[in-house]
């Protein structure tokens, strides 16, 4: 099976704008979370996405959004995006049950200049 | 809210000498535990996990842990290191209550030939 893709792999944005990355799970997985990585905070949950609804979200303000589509690839946005938003974002997909593991992309290195 | 807590930042071993990268996590129910390994460029992979049954796990290239459930935590163990196991280790804790992660903050292992 091929492995979770992320798009675009890297990706300069200046203050202000926006942005969307894209996450394609691993054929047959049907939840899909996202952790946003820095070497400040670490790696660090923002939400996780399951048969198009959103099941968990962290601690992240109101401009970091997702959605997930019928075929389980999934979108995540940042509106106004801050010098701070600088970070490669994970995208790691699992079946969606408790017993899980959950398989990372390679990520998508973000900066905002 | 669970917290994970890795007390080595960095660990500098020759080849050869044994590994023990300690991990602890606060959280008072049920628990999956992982460790990931960052090899420098690569993404996020799977080490080993538990969800239940025999607390000490074997994994890839080695690597063992043991889940000690009296003192919250699951230590990442290999008996004879390799320069090419130079990475970051992250120990990662879910909850049953939502398929979400929570880091430690990382390992950085420098292996010396």
């Known amino acids: 099976k091929a492995g979770v893709t992320q798009t675009p792999r890297y990706l300069i944005k200046t203050r202000g704008q926006q942005v969307t990355l894209s996450c394609s799970p691993i054929?047959?997985?049907?939840?899909v979370s996202w952790y946003q990585q820095t070497p400040g905070q670490g790696l660090q949950f923002l939400f996780e996405?399951?048969?198009?609804?959103?099941?968990n979200k962290g601690n992240f303000p109101g401009r970091f959004s997702g959605r997930q589509f019928s075929n389980s690839r999934s979108e995540m946005n940042v509106s106004t995006l801050e010098l701070g938003d600088s970070a490669l974002y994970l995208c790691?997909?699992?079946?969606?049950?408790?017993?899980?593991?959950?398989?990372f992309g390679p990520g998508t290195r973000l900066l905002v200049l | 809210a669970q917290s994970v807590s890795q007390h080595n930042h960095h660990v500098i071993l020759s080849e050869a000498a044994s590994l023990e990268l300690g991990c602890n996590y606060s959280?008072?129910?049920?628990?999956?535990l992982f460790w990931y390994v960052q090899y420098p460029g690569q993404h996020l992979q799977l080490l080993l996990k538990?969800?239940?049954?025999?607390?000490l796990v074997k994994g890839i290239k080695g690597f063992e842990a043991e889940f000690i459930k009296s003192k919250f935590s699951f230590n990442l163990r290999k008996p004879s290191v390799q320069w090419s196991d130079t990475a970051e280790y992250f120990c990662?804790?879910?909850?049953?209550?939502?398929?979400?992660?929570?880091f430690g903050g990382g390992t950085r292992l420098m292996v010396k030939p």
């Open positions: 996405y399951f048969s198009e609804t959103q099941r």
């Open positions: 790691a997909s699992s079946n969606g049950g408790t017993q899980e593991t959950q398989y």
């Open positions: 990662a804790v879910n909850s049953h209550a939502g398929n979400m992660l929570t």
């Open positions: 538990y969800f239940s049954g025999d607390p």
């Open positions: 054929s047959g997985h049907r939840s």
């Open positions: 959280y008072g129910g049920t628990v999956n």
